[in-house]
C-alpha cells in the first residue's frame, strides 16, 4: 500500500468524534473507499465516495474528500466501542480490477 | 444472496511444506476473484487476481502461486513454505459494473503460521 498513505494509530474516548485521515496518490481514482475490519475478520465496505463528490454522510459517517491535496478522511461521530476496529482506505487506479489499500489505522475506543 | 467461502480457517505449517489454500464464491457468475495477505501490523498486499478461469495476474514476485480451475473457486498455493509466508490471507471478488463499481467482498480469511 505504498500509494495510500494512514496513520496506524488512534486512540478516542467514547462518546467522543473520531477522525481518520488517509492520503492517495492517483488523481484519476473515480471511487474511494472505506472499509471496516474487525478483529480475527475479513474486511466490509463501510463507505465510499463518488470522485465528483466532496462529502458524503451516511449515518454517524462522514467523508470528505479534497480532491487538490488528494486528501479524504472518515469521521465518526459519537464513537462506540463497538466502532474498535482497523479502517483502511482503498483506491481504484483508473479503470483497473484493483484496489490500492492503505496500511490501515488501528481505532481504539475506550469506555 | 452471494456468499464467499474459505478454508482452512487457520492453518499452522511447517518450513518447506507445501500449501493449499481455498476460496469458493456462491450465488454470482463470473467474478474477478482476488487475494491478499495481511502480515501482521501491516496492510493489505494484493497478491493474486483473475478476471476469469485460467486468468491469473500475478502482483508480487514470490513462491506463491495462484489457479483458478473453475469460475468461482480461487486456489492459492505453494510447493515449499517460508517463514514469511506466515500472515492473514483474504480472499475478495467483486463484479464489474455492481452496486459500487469494483466494490468488493471479503471473505473470513485464513490465518497461517509457518513455524
Known amino acids: 500500500g505504498e500509494d495510500v498513505e494512514q496513520s496506524l494509530f488512534l486512540s478516542v474516548r467514547e462518546g467522543d468524534s473520531s477522525v481518520i485521515n488517509c492520503t492517495y496518490t492517483?488523481?484519476?481514482?473515480?471511487?474511494l473507499y472505506w472499509y471496516k475490519q474487525e478483529p480475527g475478520a475479513g474486511l466490509q465496505l463501510l463507505t465510499y465516495?463518488?470522485?465528483?463528490?466532496d462529502m458524503k454522510q451516511d449515518q454517524r459517517l462522514t467523508v470528505l474528500l479534497n480532491k487538490k491535496d488528494k486528501h479524504l478522511s472518515l469521521r465518526i461521530a459519537d464513537t462506540q466501542t463497538g466502532d474498535s476496529a482497523i479502517y483502511f482506505c482503498?483506491?481504484?487506479?483508473?479503470?483497473?480490477?484493483?484496489?490500492?489499500f492503505g496500511s490501515g489505522t488501528r481505532l481504539l475506543v475506550r469506555p | 444472496s452471494q456468499t464467499i467461502h474459505q478454508w482452512p480457517a487457520t492453518l499452522v505449517q511447517p518450513v518447506g511444506s507445501p500449501l493449499s489454500l481455498e476460496c469458493t464464491v456462491e450465488?454470482?457468475?463470473?467474478?474477478?476473484l482476488y487475494w491478499y495477505r495481511q502480515a501482521a501490523g501491516r496492510g493489505l498486499q494484493l497478491l493474486f487476481y483473475?478476471?476469469?478461469?485460467?486468468?491469473i495476474s500475478s502482483e508480487v514476485p514470490q513462491n506463491l502461486s495462484a489457479s483458478r480451475p473453475q469460475d468461482r473457486q480461487f486456489i492459492l498455493s505453494s510447493k515449499k513454505l517460508l517463514l514469511s509466508d506466515s500472515g492473514f490471507y483474504l480472499c475478495?471478488?467483486?463484479?464489474?459494473?455492481?452496486?459500487?463499481?469494483?466494490?468488493?467482498?471479503f471473505g473470513p480469511g485464513t490465518r497461517l503460521t509457518v513455524l
Open positions: 492517483d488523481s484519476s481514482s473515480t471511487y
Open positions: 450465488g454470482t457468475s463470473n467474478p474477478n
Open positions: 483473475s478476471v476469469g478461469i485460467g486468468q
Open positions: 465516495i463518488f470522485s465528483n463528490m
Open positions: 482503498a483506491e481504484i487506479k483508473g479503470s483497473s480490477y484493483k484496489l490500492i
Open positions: 475478495a471478488w467483486s463484479v464489474l459494473g455492481g452496486r459500487i463499481n469494483n466494490e468488493q467482498f
